[in-house]
């Protein structure tokens, strides 16, 4: 047994930091060993118990191996290390912790408040934490995640991935959306233009917020679908406060297609609304209906 620890430990101390790790030769041999043995070593390495292994390498191990008994090691190891010495949320090493999560698939009170409180502590902006865990909640299958999940729909900085878990993760759970901030914008980004049409007057706000926070320049274009969505509605519902926030989104370019580029359909997409709110045909360049506007209906501001 001691001869056996002794090698598990010289694998780990053999891990080496860098590169693809998961091809590490002493990563290989200690998932191909996966022995009990091997996880209570790892434990201690996130644990902070035996300085010789690498963090990140030993949560992906754990995961791997699938040990039900390293769940609650991870979710602590997690709750203890939200923030860095710097007060900064910890986002690295925790995305392989909560990876590894996912990939032992226990969901018990333990792993789920782990989960939890890295959706709660870290802002909307750290999608390297926030996007996974709000996966794993949907994964894990808890219902009591719930309302954690529809917080995420109501944070108006959130990221794009971070939605789409949340709302991938919300349908897994069967929440039903109603006609809240969370209801209208879990229908956007589901492409469901009809339900948002159906609630009429009530969903405005909401889908102005999505055209105009979720709509900066420099964002990916899979932001596009839910702005298209959204104006989309507003130009069936017909509001006139939507015009200012549609004509904007004709301005926004997303940062991974080509200068002067967005998705396909877009921008007929938004043109079509203000047409609809405007009696307008003024095509789909934005300074043209940003003069149009000025002339009347008043100062851009």
């Not at 710097?86 to 996912?102: F, Q, R, V």
């Not at 889908?207 to 104006?231: K, P």
């Not at 047409?275 to 506007?293: A, H, P, R």
Request: proline share 5%.
């Amino acid at each position: 047994m001691n001869e056996d620890i002794s090698r598990i430990h010289s694998l780990i101390k053999e891990m080496k930091p860098g590169g693809w790790f998961r091809e590490d030769k002493s990563v290989v041999e200690l998932k191909k060993i996966g022995s009990t043995a091997v996880v209570n070593e790892l434990i201690k390495v996130i644990n902070g118990e035996i300085p010789i292994g690498l963090l990140k390498h030993s949560l992906y191990l754990l995961g791997e191996i699938g040990d039900s008994n390293a769940a609650d090691a991870v979710s602590k190891y997690i709750k203890n290390n939200l923030f860095d010495t710097l007060g900064k949320p910890n986002h690295n090493d925790l995305s392989y912790a909560i990876d590894a999560l996912i990939s032992i698939g226990i969901s018990s009170p333990n792993v789920i408040e782990a989960l939890t409180e890295v959706i709660n502590n870290h802002p909307g902006y750290v999608s390297q934490t926030r996007q996974p865990a709000a996966y794993a909640l949907g994964k894990l299958g808890d219902k009591t995640s719930i309302k954690t999940l529809v917080n995420i729909l109501e944070n108006r900085d959130e990221g794009r991935h971070t939605i789409e878990s949340a709302v991938y993760s919300l349908k897994k759970l069967g929440w039903e959306p109603d006609n809240s901030e969370a209801g209208i914008v879990f229908y956007v980004w589901q492409g469901n233009t009809d339900k948002c049409i159906e609630i009429g007057e009530p969903a405005v706000d909401t889908l102005i917020n999505i055209v105009e926070d979720r709509g900066r320049v420099g964002l990916h274009s899979q932001m596009f679908d839910a702005i298209a969505v959204a104006a989309e509605a507003l130009g069936e519902i017909g509001s006139d406060r939507a015009i200012k926030p549609i004509i904007s989104a004709l301005s926004y370019y997303p940062h991974d297609l080509p200068p002067g580029n967005t998705p396909e359909n877009y921008t007929p997409t938004i043109t079509d609304a203000l047409k609809k709110l405007t009696k307008q045909e003024l095509g789909g360049q934005f300074l043209s209906w940003k003069i149009w506007y000025t002339k009347n209906i008043g100062e851009w501001k």
